[in-house]
Protein backbone atom coordinates (compact mmCIF):
# COMPACT_ATOMS: atom_id res chain seq x y z
CA UNK A 1 0.00 0.00 0.00
CA UNK A 2 1.00 3.46 -0.98
CA UNK A 3 1.78 6.03 1.75
CA UNK A 4 2.45 9.55 1.37
CA UNK A 5 3.89 11.55 4.02
CA UNK A 6 4.52 15.73 3.89
CA UNK A 7 6.77 17.64 5.63
CA UNK A 8 7.72 21.40 5.47
CA UNK A 9 4.65 24.39 5.44
CA UNK A 10 5.02 26.92 7.79
CA UNK A 11 4.22 30.46 8.02
CA UNK A 12 6.11 32.87 6.15
CA UNK A 13 6.54 36.89 4.93
CA UNK A 14 5.29 37.52 1.37
CA UNK A 15 8.22 37.19 -1.18
CA UNK A 16 9.66 34.31 1.15
CA UNK A 17 10.09 30.98 0.19
CA UNK A 18 9.29 27.51 1.28
CA UNK A 19 9.83 23.77 0.20
CA UNK A 20 7.41 21.34 0.85
CA UNK A 21 8.38 17.61 0.36
CA UNK A 22 5.98 14.31 -0.08
CA UNK A 23 7.96 11.34 1.18
CA UNK A 24 6.50 8.18 -0.85
CA UNK A 25 6.80 4.80 0.48
CA UNK A 26 5.35 1.21 -0.21
CA UNK A 27 4.60 0.02 -3.08
CA UNK A 28 6.19 2.05 -5.59
CA UNK A 29 5.64 2.26 -9.25
CA UNK A 30 8.15 3.57 -11.54
CA UNK A 31 5.18 4.59 -13.62
CA UNK A 32 3.58 7.28 -11.81
CA UNK A 33 2.18 10.85 -11.58
CA UNK A 34 2.79 13.34 -8.65
CA UNK A 35 0.67 16.10 -7.89
CA UNK A 36 0.28 19.40 -5.85
CA UNK A 37 -2.83 20.54 -4.72
CA UNK A 38 -4.33 23.51 -2.42
CA UNK A 39 -7.40 24.83 -1.04
CA UNK A 40 -8.06 28.16 1.10
CA UNK A 41 -10.46 28.63 3.43
CA UNK A 42 -14.10 28.74 1.68
CA UNK A 43 -12.38 28.07 -1.69
CA UNK A 44 -12.77 24.82 -3.64
CA UNK A 45 -9.61 22.95 -4.02
CA UNK A 46 -7.08 23.53 -6.85
CA UNK A 47 -4.49 21.99 -8.87
CA UNK A 48 -1.32 23.70 -8.38
CA UNK A 49 1.43 21.21 -10.28
CA UNK A 50 2.31 17.69 -11.22
CA UNK A 51 5.12 15.72 -12.67
CA UNK A 52 4.74 12.23 -14.30
CA UNK A 53 6.40 9.77 -15.97
CA UNK A 54 5.00 10.90 -19.34
CA UNK A 55 3.91 14.69 -18.00
CA UNK A 56 6.40 17.51 -18.21
CA UNK A 57 5.77 19.46 -15.14
CA UNK A 58 2.60 21.57 -14.89
CA UNK A 59 1.36 24.78 -13.20
CA UNK A 60 -1.76 26.59 -12.32
CA UNK A 61 -1.64 29.85 -14.17
CA UNK A 62 -1.40 31.38 -10.34
CA UNK A 63 1.96 29.91 -9.53
CA UNK A 64 3.88 29.66 -12.77
CA UNK A 65 7.27 31.20 -12.52
CA UNK A 66 6.97 31.27 -9.13
CA UNK A 67 6.68 27.33 -7.80
CA UNK A 68 8.51 24.53 -8.97
CA UNK A 69 8.01 20.69 -8.89
CA UNK A 70 9.87 18.12 -8.78
CA UNK A 71 11.36 14.33 -8.07
CA UNK A 72 13.99 12.80 -6.40
CA UNK A 73 13.15 9.35 -7.27
CA UNK A 74 16.19 7.41 -6.03
CA UNK A 75 14.37 9.02 -2.33
CA UNK A 76 11.78 8.78 -3.57
CA UNK A 77 10.13 11.98 -2.53
CA UNK A 78 7.99 14.56 -4.19
CA UNK A 79 9.04 19.10 -3.85
CA UNK A 80 7.25 21.83 -4.32
CA UNK A 81 9.51 24.45 -4.56
CA UNK A 82 7.75 28.06 -3.63
CA UNK A 83 8.96 30.97 -4.36
CA UNK A 84 7.90 34.28 -3.87
CA UNK A 85 5.55 33.66 -2.11
CA UNK A 86 2.08 35.60 -1.41
CA UNK A 87 -0.71 36.28 0.83
CA UNK A 88 -3.27 34.71 -1.59
CA UNK A 89 -0.66 31.48 -2.06
CA UNK A 90 -2.05 30.66 1.80
CA UNK A 91 -3.85 27.58 2.01
CA UNK A 92 -3.79 24.20 2.81
CA UNK A 93 -1.52 21.94 0.69
CA UNK A 94 -1.59 18.07 -0.26
CA UNK A 95 0.26 16.35 -2.44
CA UNK A 96 -1.18 12.94 -4.59
CA UNK A 97 0.01 10.59 -5.92
CA UNK A 98 -1.41 8.75 -9.62
CA UNK A 99 -0.84 5.65 -10.70
CA UNK A 100 -0.59 6.48 -14.55
CA UNK A 101 1.87 8.78 -16.07
CA UNK A 102 -0.17 11.47 -17.49
CA UNK A 103 -1.40 12.73 -14.57
CA UNK A 104 -5.07 11.68 -15.18
CA UNK A 105 -8.07 10.67 -13.44
CA UNK A 106 -8.00 10.25 -9.64
CA UNK A 107 -5.15 10.30 -7.78
CA UNK A 108 -4.82 6.48 -5.65
CA UNK A 109 -3.63 8.13 -2.68
CA UNK A 110 -3.58 12.02 -0.97
CA UNK A 111 -0.63 13.30 1.38
CA UNK A 112 -1.73 14.13 5.02
CA UNK A 113 -1.84 18.07 3.93
CA UNK A 114 0.44 21.23 5.79
CA UNK A 115 -0.69 24.35 5.91
CA UNK A 116 1.11 27.14 4.10
CA UNK A 117 0.74 30.71 5.85
CA UNK A 118 1.87 33.84 4.34
CA UNK A 119 1.40 37.38 5.59
CA UNK A 120 1.81 40.55 4.23
Known amino acids: QVQLVESGGGSVQAGESLRLSCTVSGYISKIHCMGWYRQAPGKAREGVAA???????IYADSVKGRFSIYEDTEKNIAYLQLDSLKPEDTAWYSC??????????????WGQGSQVTVSS
Open 96 to 109: ARYTNGFCRGAPLR
Open 51 to 57: VGTYETP
